[in-house]
């Protein structure tokens, strides 16, 4: 069975850090690019990075671009998303996902809020 | 950028009723249109992806059709369980979520 687990969130203030984490299980994790989605309260999805197989390719949407960074480690089946300077408008759930055809398995997510 | 319009952004069925959601791109997506189902405090979960094919162990009851700029899910026979907000997800380009249509029970 696919299995995601993020972690990491919590409340942080305005320009701070935060890094957050997703264990795979279930699936052979380095054959398969992996995303980060995220969900701000009462609002929709919003796709927020992609990284390849061996983590040498990332993708960032302009919205994130240059404040957060996505990687993996292969051994140890994980995904992360380290957020810089983050802002009040970052507040969302974050979801980590797994990319086959299409993005076809998502963790529960974990809540990042940013506020003073 | 592609823009995801869906319509209607809140729709009230009964059960047994068939259903249809509606997606509007901006530009051509190629069929690279995803369904997503997300009950109230779950993750999104697939249903359908390039337009018409069933995700692993999603009931025959969902199925999609679509082309161009306009896609469609279809639920045959609406069931209880089928109450959640439905998105759409094009991946032609980057990815685009629509914002969404909220399906309660009538």
């Known amino acids: 069975e696919v299995q995601l687990v993020e972690s990491g969130g919590g409340l942080v203030q305005p320009g701070r850090s935060l890094k957050l984490s997703c264990a795979a299980s279930?699936?052979?994790?380095?054959?398969?690019?992996m995303a980060w989605v995220r969900q701000a309260p009462k609002k929709g999805l919003e796709w927020v990075a992609t990284i390849s197989t061996s983590g040498s390719r990332t993708y960032y949407p302009d919205s994130v671009k240059g404040r957060f960074t996505i990687s993996r480690d292969n051994a140890k089946s994980s995904l992360y998303l380290q957020m810089n300077s983050l802002k009040s408008e970052d507040t969302a759930t974050y979801y980590c996902?797994?990319?086959?055809?299409?993005?076809?398995?998502w963790g529960q997510g974990v809540m990042v809020t940013v506020s003073s | 950028d592609i823009q995801m319009t869906q319509s209607p952004s809140f729709l009230s069925a009964s059960v047994g009723e068939r259903v249809t959601l509606s997606c509007k791109a901006s530009?051509?997506?190629?069929?690279?249109l995803d369904w997503y189902q997300q009950k109230l405090g779950e993750a999104p979960k697939l249903l359908i992806y390039n337009t018409n094919n069933l995700h692993t162990g999603i009931p025959s009851r969902f199925s999609g059709s679509g082309s161009g700029t306009d896609y469609t899910l279809t639920i045959s026979s609406l069931q209880p369980e089928d109450v959640a907000t439905y998105f759409c997800l094009q991946r032609n380009s980057w990815y685009t979520f629509g914002a969404g249509t909220k399906l309660e029970l009538k």
């Open positions: 530009q051509n997506i190629n069929k690279y």
């Open positions: 279930g699936f052979t994790f380095s054959n398969y690019y």
């Open positions: 996902a797994r990319r086959a055809a299409s993005l076809d398995y």
